[in-house]
């Protein structure tokens, strides 16, 4: 992606890095992965930007200063603090908490934040794909419309940057970068969480998905229809980067938080403990490194801000079916490297496959451990059984 507009965020002295001098930035999500890496690259590579606000959960036990230092801790940080101790001043955190009224920023703050505020990235958001749909909607669809609602308030907002997803619309065979209508109205589906109870909710929630993958995804459809309904009420752009994965080349090659999505697979597929993933392996692997989705992230924002229209923007954050390694082959690579740096603590082989049936993945997955584990069980009951004899014997 070297001469893009992406890589033009990597110079302080680009039209992109001077337009962000001076001003103040509200991030949600900033203590996550993406979080970090996007504040981490807008005091490296846009020193002169004024300040980063973070609102962050209260934790208990711990100021904000506290919670500020704990957070400068994480590696990625070391080089710039090395370069500019100082540079932690131009960020501010905000106690707050997007399940709460108000976002439960108390009202100094927000009185501040509505009069100096000129960016916004909305990066919060549960990721979890095995949850309800209850605590998917009130962090996800209710915590941006606060938001939202804060956002209307501010008297210089140039640009609000919402991370969404690609896989917002799966239904979509090709998605492109405009509005898609949601399932159901997200007013009404705000109105039914406050109304039904879990059981009911989770009877119904099948036919609220419409054929979408997991709350998650669901929650993400809503949320982008909840906020076209600010069209030419805010300056906004809706960001999709597809799967997220560790950074190509900065802050630290490589570096990632966690061992969600694709990593996650590849390290359970080292250790020998994922056997199998059910997949059509003839798939693009659509995952983008987290450093080049932050770069799209802060053009976009950049761009939104020099748009003059009124209308809500799209950027899709990922690459299209042309060019891209399938899955199939990203296996393949993954298991070739793996045999040459293995990886410690392995309990087997590096050996898993892709498998296009679902009946041939479950029984990579169940069954042919279920007979190995079987297979030593009673192996290991016979040589005790021999050693017991042997015993009485002498």
Same mark, same amino acid.
């Given at each position: 992606?070297? &001469?893009?507009?992406?890589?033009?965020?990597?110079?302080?002295?680009?039209?992109?890095?001077?337009?962000?001098?001076?001003?103040?930035?509200?991030?949600?999500?900033?203590?996550?992965?993406?979080?970090?890496?996007?504040?981490?690259?807008?005091?490296?590579?846009?020193?002169?930007?004024?300040?980063?606000?973070?609102?962050?959960?209260?934790?208990?036990?711990?100021?904000?200063?506290?919670?500020?230092?704990?957070?400068?801790?994480?590696?990625?940080?070391?080089?710039? #603090?090395?370069?500019?101790?100082?540079?932690?001043?131009?960020?501010?955190?905000?106690?707050? =908490?997007?399940?709460? =009224?108000?976002?439960?920023?108390?009202? %100094?703050?927000?009185?501040? /934040?509505?009069?100096?505020?000129?960016?916004?990235?909305?990066?919060?958001?549960?990721?979890?794909? %095995?949850?309800?749909?209850?605590?998917?909607?009130?962090?996800?669809?209710?915590?941006?419309?606060?938001?939202?609602?804060?956002?209307?308030?501010?008297?210089?907002?140039?640009?609000?940057?919402?991370?969404?997803?690609?896989?917002?619309?799966?239904?979509?065979?090709?998605?492109?970068?405009?509005?898609?209508?949601?399932?159901?109205?997200?007013?009404?589906?705000?109105?039914?969480?406050?109304?039904?109870? %879990?059981?009911?909710?989770?009877?119904?929630?099948?036919?609220?998905?419409?054929?979408?993958?997991?709350?998650?995804?669901?929650?993400?459809?809503?949320?982008? %229809? /909840?906020?076209?309904?600010?069209?030419?009420?805010?300056?906004?752009?809706?960001?999709?980067?597809?799967?997220?994965?560790?950074?190509?080349?900065?802050?630290?090659?490589?570096?990632?938080?966690?061992?969600?999505?694709?990593?996650?697979?590849?390290? @359970?597929?080292?250790?020998?403990?994922?056997?199998?993933?059910?997949?059509?392996?003839?798939?693009?692997?659509?995952?983008?490194?987290?450093?080049?989705?932050?770069?799209?992230?802060?053009?976009?924002?950049?761009?939104?801000?020099?748009?003059?229209?009124?209308?809500?923007?799209?950027?899709?954050?990922? &690459?299209?079916?042309? &060019?891209?390694?399938?899955? @199939?082959?990203?296996?393949?690579? &993954?298991?070739? #490297?793996?045999?040459?740096?293995?990886?410690? /603590?392995?309990?087997?082989?590096? =050996?898993?496959?892709?498998?296009?049936?679902? #009946?041939?993945?479950? =029984?990579?997955?169940?069954?042919?451990?279920?007979?190995?584990? /079987?297979?030593?069980?009673?192996?290991?009951?016979?040589?005790?059984?021999?050693?017991?004899?042997?015993?009485?014997?002498?």
């Amino acid at each position: 992606m070297k &001469g893009t507009a992406l890589d033009e965020v990597n110079s302080e002295r680009s039209e992109i890095a001077s337009w962000y001098a001076g001003k103040n930035v509200l991030i949600t999500g900033a203590t996550g992965f993406m979080g970090k890496v996007l504040v981490e690259k807008l005091l490296r590579s846009c020193p002169h930007i004024k300040g980063l606000y973070l609102i962050v959960r209260p934790k208990k036990g711990l100021t904000a200063e506290a919670r500020k230092h704990q957070y400068f801790k994480c590696v990625i940080f070391h080089k710039i #603090l090395d370069a500019n101790p100082d540079i932690v001043n131009k960020v501010h955190v905000i106690k707050g =908490d997007l399940l709460e =009224d108000d976002l439960g920023i108390n009202i %100094d703050e927000s009185k501040h /934040l509505i009069t100096n505020i000129e960016i916004i990235f909305h990066c919060a958001a549960n990721v979890r794909f %095995d949850q309800p749909l209850r605590p998917m909607v009130e962090m996800n669809v209710v915590g941006t419309l606060k938001l939202l609602k804060l956002a209307e308030k501010m008297e210089n907002l140039k640009s609000f940057a919402y991370v969404s997803t690609t896989y917002c619309q799966c239904n979509e065979s090709v998605l492109e970068e405009h509005a898609y209508p949601a399932p159901q109205d997200p007013y009404e589906i705000i109105e039914m969480i406050k109304n039904l109870n %879990d059981q009911s909710l989770a009877e119904i929630t099948p036919t609220l998905l419409n054929g979408l993958p997991n709350t998650y995804a669901y929650s993400k459809a809503l949320t982008e %229809d /909840l906020i076209n309904r600010y069209e030419k009420k805010l300056p906004i752009v809706v960001v999709r980067p597809s799967i997220v994965t560790a950074a190509m080349e900065e802050p630290l090659p490589g570096w990632i938080e966690g061992v969600n999505g694709p990593t996650g697979l590849m390290i @359970g597929a080292a250790r020998g403990v994922i056997r199998s993933m059910h997949c059509n392996p003839d798939y693009a692997s659509t995952v983008i490194p987290v450093d080049k989705a932050i770069n799209g992230m802060i053009v976009a924002a950049y761009n939104r801000a020099h748009s003059e229209t009124d209308c809500i923007e799209f950027s899709n954050l990922c &690459g299209s079916n042309k &060019g891209l390694i399938s899955w @199939g082959e990203s296996i393949e690579t &993954g298991k070739r #490297l793996f045999y040459q740096t293995p990886l410690s /603590l392995a309990l087997w082989y590096p =050996d898993g496959s892709i498998k296009k049936e679902l #009946l041939s993945s479950l =029984d990579l997955c169940h069954i042919f451990p279920l007979f190995t584990s /079987l297979y030593y069980r009673f192996s290991f009951i016979a040589l005790r059984t021999q050693a017991i004899f042997s015993e009485s014997a002498e």
